[in-house]
């Protein structure tokens, strides 16, 4: 959660420390002092750690912003507790930056204990979300961020309209219709508000009623929504582009009335993913990385850090001084160093985000400039790589190719941030087809973390593809995929050749069931049996899930590279 609030700094610090210290305290825990009668932690700069009960941990810390003297500064709060199978970890950052504005970031997590069960990816909104938006007078550029849906009339359609087109809006914007005949405060009892359950924070949630809904598609022509739908509207809301209305996502009456929980957790999935995405604002960019205590400098109970290390030192000013002195002066070394590294760690991901933000700004905008061509040429949706494909299935048919086999990527909108999107876009490779089940490659959006990049690796993975296919169709390829790999050409994507894999083991070809398990679908023309074995397959995720992307090479017969299987790693010798 990121939004904004008009309340001096000293004061959010104080509701946010209030807001905390209640829940801590219904939670059963000790009630951490205030900060201001805290003890200043030893050494200075670390943040001061508070042990309040049985794995309940509160790390606290201020100070000045990146940037130098007047850059404005922050307050942090970093609780840990006890969670099923791990640590649920909450972060609350106060930031003001020199302007005068005052940012506040809620960020919860879970971290499992590696104990071989599986974490649920999706963590719930925080209490102290639903508790602090209200206090703050929270907003998100000219609109109040509220912990409920609201109802909006005739005459708020206007200032609604402005709220989605306003450039500073950061939130998605959640509009819900209602369905004709029906009461309205029944359908946001009864639906709208279970439905809106895990946006507070993340988004701002509206309901248009009959006399609003009709101003509104109106005026809204390619952005509609209605019929019991309900529609997310993301930043930067072009009115006048009907292409940009297939940015924003409708999710259908039909598909919440048949599970309400199931639906409540697709409404959530793109704002929580552009929570994450979104560059953060510079005041809270600028807020260094948390600096706990070393382990032998924390406390093992009580309200303040331990210090009893830190005086031995007077206490035996002897040899054994100078040893505990080395210790220390090792100690501050590696965690300077470790807090170097972890800074540059942050620097990177913010650096990731803007540049995902160029990345999606220059896919809309050329996406809108392509769909505004004449029909002929939108039929065309690969452009230079369908035309490339065409001239290449009959060798000689085209002009030779040159060094560059694909200098175009299979699509300019850049890649996919989602499994959904992957396969939605699959069509986009015209030398490749799917033959499989989609469902197993997008149970995969549930697994992946914020950031792991298993879709945009095996689209990288696709587009390699797509150009050996169109080469090797042509008998340029100059052996296999995995030879591409090795020696790809000039101004062709690059594949990690370790990463593609020519084939499975003896022992898998050779048993039974797992042999059975990459017998993947074909066409008929390829295989009678309309099954084939893929072994081929690129790894495009690590870990224990291990996500592989299985193929066909038939290049040399159909002209095609068929793809059976997205998904977690089938079964060998080294899974369960």
Same mark, same amino acid.
């Given at each position: 959660?990121?939004?904004?609030?008009?309340?001096?700094?000293?004061?959010?610090?104080?509701?946010?420390?209030?807001?905390?210290?209640?829940?801590?305290?219904?939670?059963?825990?000790?009630?951490?002092?205030?900060?201001?009668?805290?003890?200043?932690?030893?050494?200075?700069?670390?943040? +001061? @750690?508070? /042990?309040?009960?049985?794995?309940?941990?509160?790390?606290?810390?201020? *100070?000045?912003?990146?940037?130098?003297?007047?850059?404005?500064?922050?307050?942090?709060?970093?609780?840990?507790?006890? #969670?099923?199978?791990?640590?649920?970890?909450?972060?609350?950052?106060?930031?003001?930056?020199?302007? *005068?504005?005052?940012?506040? %970031?809620?960020?919860?997590?879970?971290?499992?204990? *590696?104990?071989? !069960?599986?974490?649920? &990816?999706?963590?719930?909104?925080?209490?102290? #979300?639903?508790?602090?938006?209200?206090?703050?007078?929270?907003?998100?550029?000219?609109?109040? !961020?509220?912990?409920?849906?609201?109802?909006?009339?005739?005459?708020? !359609?206007?200032?609604?309209?402005?709220?989605?087109?306003?450039? +500073?809006?950061?939130?998605?914007?959640?509009?819900?219709?209602?369905?004709?005949?029906?009461?309205?405060?029944?359908?946001?009892?009864?639906?709208?508000?279970?439905? &809106?359950?895990?946006?507070?924070?993340?988004?701002?949630?509206?309901?248009?009623?009959?006399?609003?809904?009709?101003?509104? =598609?109106?005026?809204?022509?390619?952005?509609?929504?209605?019929?019991?739908? !309900? %529609?997310?509207?993301?930043?930067?809301?072009?009115?006048?582009?009907?292409?940009?209305?297939?940015?924003?996502?409708?999710?259908?009456?039909?598909?919440?009335?048949?599970?309400? %929980?199931?639906?409540?957790?697709?409404?959530?999935?793109?704002?929580?993913?552009?929570?994450?995405?979104?560059?953060?604002?510079?005041?809270?960019?600028?807020?260094?990385?948390? %600096?706990?205590?070393?382990?032998?400098?924390?406390?093992?109970?009580?309200?303040?850090?331990?210090?009893?290390?830190?005086? @031995?030192?007077?206490?035996?000013?002897?040899?054994?001084?100078?040893?505990?002195? $080395?210790?220390?002066?090792?100690?501050?070394?590696?965690?300077?160093?470790?807090?170097?590294?972890?800074?540059? @760690? #942050?620097?990177?991901?913010?650096?990731?985000?803007?540049?995902?933000?160029?990345?999606? @700004?220059?896919?809309?905008?050329?996406?809108?400039?392509?769909?505004?061509?004449?029909?002929?040429?939108?039929?065309? /949706?690969?452009?230079?790589?369908?035309?490339?494909?065409?001239?290449?299935?009959?060798?000689?048919?085209?002009?030779?190719?040159?060094?560059?086999?694909?200098?175009?990527?299979?699509?300019?909108?850049?890649?996919?941030?989602?499994?959904?999107?992957?396969?939605?876009?699959?069509? +986009?490779?015209?030398?490749?087809?799917?033959?499989?089940?989609?469902?197993?490659?997008?149970?995969?959006?549930?697994?992946?973390?914020?950031?792991?990049?298993?879709?945009?690796?095996?689209?990288?993975?696709?587009?390699?593809?797509? +150009?050996?296919?169109?080469?090797?169709?042509?008998?340029?390829?100059?052996?296999?995929?995995?030879?591409?790999?090795?020696?790809?050409?000039?101004?062709?994507?690059?594949?990690?050749?370790?990463? $593609?894999?020519?084939?499975?083991?003896?022992?898998?070809?050779?048993?039974?069931?797992?042999?059975?398990?990459?017998?993947?679908?074909?066409?008929?023309?390829?295989?009678?049996?309309?099954?084939?074995?893929?072994?081929?397959?690129?790894?495009? *995720?690590?870990?224990?899930? #291990?996500?592989?992307?299985?193929?066909?090479?038939? &290049?040399?017969?159909?002209?095609?590279?068929?793809?059976?299987?997205?998904?977690?790693?089938?079964?060998?010798?080294?899974? =369960?």
């Amino acid at each position: 959660m990121t939004v904004t609030t008009a309340l001096p700094h000293a004061e959010a610090v104080s509701l946010a420390d209030q807001q905390l210290a209640s829940w801590l305290k219904q939670e059963g825990c000790d009630e951490p002092p205030p900060a201001s009668d805290a003890p200043p932690p030893e050494p200075p700069g670390l943040a +001061e @750690r508070l /042990r309040l009960g049985e794995r309940v941990l509160l790390d606290r810390d201020h *100070g000045p912003l990146r940037g130098g003297p007047g850059a404005g500064r922050y307050d942090r709060r970093r609780l840990r507790t006890p #969670a099923a199978h791990g640590t649920q970890q909450l972060t609350l950052t106060v930031a003001t930056g020199a302007d *005068g504005s005052t940012w506040v %970031r809620l960020e919860a997590e879970t971290h499992s204990t *590696g104990s071989g !069960v599986r974490t649920p &990816c999706r963590v719930p909104v925080p209490e102290l #979300a639903r508790s602090l938006l209200p206090l703050l007078d929270a907003a998100d550029g000219p609109a109040a !961020v509220h912990t409920a849906p609201r109802v909006i009339t005739a005459a708020e !359609v206007d200032a609604l309209i402005d709220e989605l087109c306003d450039p +500073e809006r950061r939130l998605p914007t959640v509009v819900a219709s209602v369905p004709v005949n029906l009461p309205v405060d029944h359908w946001v009892a009864d639906v709208v508000g279970p439905l &809106c359950h895990q946006l507070p924070g993340l988004a701002t949630a509206y309901v248009l009623d009959p006399g609003a809904r009709t101003g509104f =598609n109106v005026a809204l022509e390619y952005h509609s929504v209605y019929g019991g739908a !309900v %529609r997310t509207y993301l930043p930067e809301v072009d009115p006048a582009s009907r292409q940009d209305g297939a940015r924003h996502p409708v999710l259908a009456r039909g598909r919440i009335e048949q599970d309400l %929980r199931r639906a409540a957790g697709l409404l959530a999935r793109e704002p929580r993913r552009l929570a994450a995405d979104q560059p953060l604002p510079v005041p809270l960019a600028a807020v260094p990385v948390l %600096r706990v205590p070393p382990p032998q400098l924390r406390p093992a109970s009580g309200r303040a850090a331990d210090s009893t290390v830190v005086h @031995r030192s007077a206490a035996h000013p002897g040899a054994d001084g100078a040893v505990v002195r $080395a210790e220390l002066a090792a100690l501050a070394h590696e965690e300077q160093q470790d807090r170097a590294e972890q800074q540059a @760690r #942050a620097d990177e991901l913010e650096r990731v985000r803007h540049s995902l933000r160029l990345e999606r @700004r220059d896919c809309h905008d050329t996406r809108d400039a392509r769909d505004g061509r004449d029909a002929h040429e939108g039929r065309l /949706r690969s452009g230079p790589r369908a035309l490339t494909g065409r001239h290449c299935t009959t060798p000689g048919a085209g002009p030779a190719l040159g060094p560059r086999f694909a200098a175009q990527p299979a699509d300019p909108c850049g890649k996919p941030e989602s499994f959904t999107e992957l396969m939605s876009r699959m069509g +986009e490779f015209t030398l490749l087809t799917f033959t499989g089940d989609q469902k197993s490659a997008l149970a995969l959006d549930e697994l992946q973390r914020v950031g792991a990049g298993w879709a945009r690796l095996a689209w990288d993975g696709l587009t390699a593809l797509q +150009e050996y296919a169109e080469a090797a169709v042509c008998g340029r390829a100059g052996g296999d995929f995995k030879q591409w790999c090795e020696h790809t050409p000039e101004g062709c994507h690059r594949f990690p050749p370790r990463k $593609a894999v020519r084939g499975e083991s003896r022992t898998v070809f050779s048993h039974t069931k797992w042999k059975r398990e990459r017998m993947l679908p074909v066409p008929e023309c390829v295989d009678a049996s309309r099954r084939a074995f893929m072994g081929a397959h690129l790894r495009i *995720g690590g870990g224990r899930t #291990a996500p592989r992307l299985h193929y066909l090479d038939d &290049c040399s017969g159909s002209g095609r590279i068929y793809v059976g299987y997205i998904g977690l790693h089938l079964t060998n010798t080294r899974t =369960n």
